[in-house]
């Protein structure tokens, strides 16, 4: 039995609970009052960890063969039936092999899945840690166990990473088996889109079937009705057939009846006759005196009475009995009659909703007609709808490359005419100084010449007259004052000329041209108003709301020529320029006079001067 304290506190291990032997132990008695308990494990059993093998899928062996303990001294077999009999390894090639198409299936549930599978692998590490903490040895007995820790293991800081090592195996056997739910899952998927395939295939062969059986239910009943339409038709023919014979019949029977009663009067009254003659005449009245009796007579006489009442009542009875047939023959005829009113009227009722039901069934299928007809037409006219959308669009399109094309085409050609133009501007800029230069040497010349000629200057005064120009003024000093005044009236003269010069070389140089024209739209600029500036321009081609203006203008021009065509619409202004000076008399006792001037000075804002 062994002791441990901790914390205060004593737990005592049994044999049971500790993996050393009582050999493990020896106490080494340092003082009386403590004793030092150290622990050496046994060297006589063998202790093999769990042999976790490397191989992919292979199943982890154990053996369970006891083997002797090393203190009788002998020497261990070394036992190779065990790697014998080890099974073959099986190597499962797993190939992760990039599929877009799966990736794509799978991103979705692999996302959903991180979490799980997070949570399932920290479930499996904790589940091989609580394994190897509560592992068993095979080869020790079955009271020996491993000696674990009670004490919770102290949480140092650290900075290595808590999660656990890679392991290439797991995480390939994990990735296998998702791929394998995936899989399942994809093909669960396809058998139910394909269920749902067959079902929708099974529901409009059903629906076909149900249209085709209730057509052929209206079919079998449209020709039912017409059977018992024609039926009733044969036997109304055969009704009115044995009607016609029985009337027939009873006719004869009449005249039959009639012919009877007529030879039964003639016979009856062929007898009366007979019976008249036979009967003897009165006899004459008789005497007062007792009548004898007669008896042969008066039985004659009985016999006759009582034969005539016989045939008169024979005859009452037969004319009865003749008259009660013909009752009877009446009132069967009326029957007849009626019966056969009754099964006209049922006739004429069955056609009429015969002919009412052919209507219905005729404005039905005329009515389904229609409405198929009215939808080919839309159909048919959506068609055409498309078919012009589509044809318009591609009118558009082509009209848009077209136009794509002219403005490139015209953006060229612009811009190759710009460049035109700055080579000819260059060309005549560079021309312009070129003449201009020789202009100045010319004048340069001709200046010295006459300064030469008229005044007899030489090179070196006419050099410091010139550079006199050249420099700028200067306050004049009082000791100049006291030069010769004939000198200054030459300089004067000369400064007089250059600045003439200057002038007249100002209003010779031309402004620089430019072929840049303008395009303005009509409602900022009206035609009078550059038909009165005398401006070149023109309509536009493209769009008659446009005017382009063949020169180019500045700025503050243009805004004088809004300002004009403002001033024309509101009725202000003349259209043309006048350079004649209006004088306006005045009748008045001053005689003041009164002139109507305009500046001649182009400005922003014109303005009339009265003076």
């Known amino acids: 039995m062994a002791y441990s304290s901790y914390g205060g506190r004593r737990h005592i291990l049994t044999d049971s609970e500790s993996e050393y032997s009582e050999s493990d132990y020896s106490m080494i008695e340092t003082s009386p009052r403590q004793h030092i308990m150290t622990r050496r494990r046994s060297i006589s059993r063998q202790r093999y960890a769990p042999n976790y093998s490397n191989d992919y899928l292979r199943p982890v062996i154990h053996d369970s063969h006891i083997h002797r303990s090393a203190s009788t001294g002998a020497r261990r ?7 014998r009999n080890q099974p073959v390894s099986v190597y ?6 990039y599929d877009a198409k799966a990736d794509a299936k799978t991103d979705a549930k692999s996302d959903a899945k991180n979490d799980a599978r997070n949570k399932s692998a920290s479930k499996s590490r904790k589940q091989e840690h609580k394994q190897l903490q509560n592992y068993i040895d095979p080869y020790e007995s079955e009271d020996e166990t ?15 990473s808590r999660e656990g090592s890679a392991r290439p195996h797991s995480r390939d056997y994990e990735l296998v088996i998702d791929q394998h739910l995936l899989g399942k899952s994809d093909s669960r998927q396809d058998l139910e889109l394909q269920r749902q395939q067959q079902e929708i295939t099974h529901l409009e062969h059903e629906l076909a079937r149900h249209k085709e ?7 079998q009943r449209h020709q039912a009705r017409e059977y018992e339409l024609a039926l009733d038709q044969r036997l109304l023919e055969k009704n009115d057939v044995r009607q016609d014979l029985e009337l027939q ?7 039959r009846l009639e012919r009877e009663l007529a030879r039964h009067k003639e016979h009856s009254q062929h007898h009366q006759q007979q019976l008249q003659q036979v009967q003897p005449p009165p006899p004459p009245p008789a005497p007062a005196s007792a ?5 042969q007579p008066h039985h004659h006489n009985h016999r006759g009475h009582h034969e005539l009442r016989l045939y008169r009542e024979e005859d009452d009875w037969y004319e009865e009995e003749i008259s009660d047939r013909l009752r009877r023959l009446e009132r069967f005829e009326k029957k007849q009659r009626q019966e056969e009113e009754q099964r006209e009227a049922e006739h004429r009722y069955k056609l009429i909703k015969f002919e009412e039901a052919q209507r219905h069934a005729a404005e039905q299928e005329e009515l389904k007609h229609k409405i198929r007809q009215r939808k080919l037409e839309e159909l048919q006219q959506q068609m055409d709808e498309d078919a012009e959308r589509e044809r318009i669009r591609k009118q558009i399109r082509d009209e848009d490359a077209r136009r794509i094309l002219e403005e490139q085409d015209r953006a060229r050609k612009e811009a190759a005419m710009k460049q035109a133009a700055i080579d000819e501007w260059k060309l005549n800029e560079e021309r312009r100084m070129i003449a201009e230069r020789e202009e100045r040497k010319r004048r340069d010349h001709e200046f010295r010449e006459r300064l030469k000629l008229e005044f007899g200057y030489d090179e070196q005064q006419i050099e410091k007259i010139i550079k006199k120009e050249k420099e700028p003024e200067k306050p004049k000093e009082p000791e100049k004052k006291a030069e010769p005044e004939k000198p200054k009236e030459p300089e004067k003269e000369k400064e007089k000329e250059k600045e003439k010069e200057k002038e007249k070389e100002k209003e010779k140089e031309p402004e620089p041209q430019r072929t840049t024209w303008i395009k303005v739209h009509r409602k900022h600029l009206l035609p009078d108003t550059l038909i009165a500036y005398r401006l070149p321009w023109d309509w536009d081609d493209l769009d008659g709301n446009y005017i382009i203006i063949k020169q180019w203008i500045s700025e503050d021009f243009q805004e004088e020529l809004f300002a004009h065509t403002r001033r024309l619409r509101e009725g202000k202004l003349v259209t ?8 306006l008399k005045v009748n008045d006792r001053k005689k003041d006079k009164l002139y109507l001037v305009r500046k001649k000075n182009p400005s922003s804002s014109k303005a009339w001067i009265f003076t």
Do not use: F, M
């Open 92 to 97: 499962v090639d797993v190939q992760n092999k």
């Open 249 to 255: 019949r009873q006719q004869q029977e009449i005249a």
């Open 576 to 583: 043309q320029h006048s350079s004649t000076l209006t004088e």
């Open 291 to 295: 009548p004898q009796p007669q008896p």
């Open 77 to 83: 077999r070394s036992d190779r039936s065990s790697e």
């Open 146 to 160: 491993r000696l674990r820790d009670h004490r919770r293991a102290r949480t140092r800081p650290s900075s290595v």
């Open 213 to 219: 059986y209730a057509q052929h239910q209206q079919l």
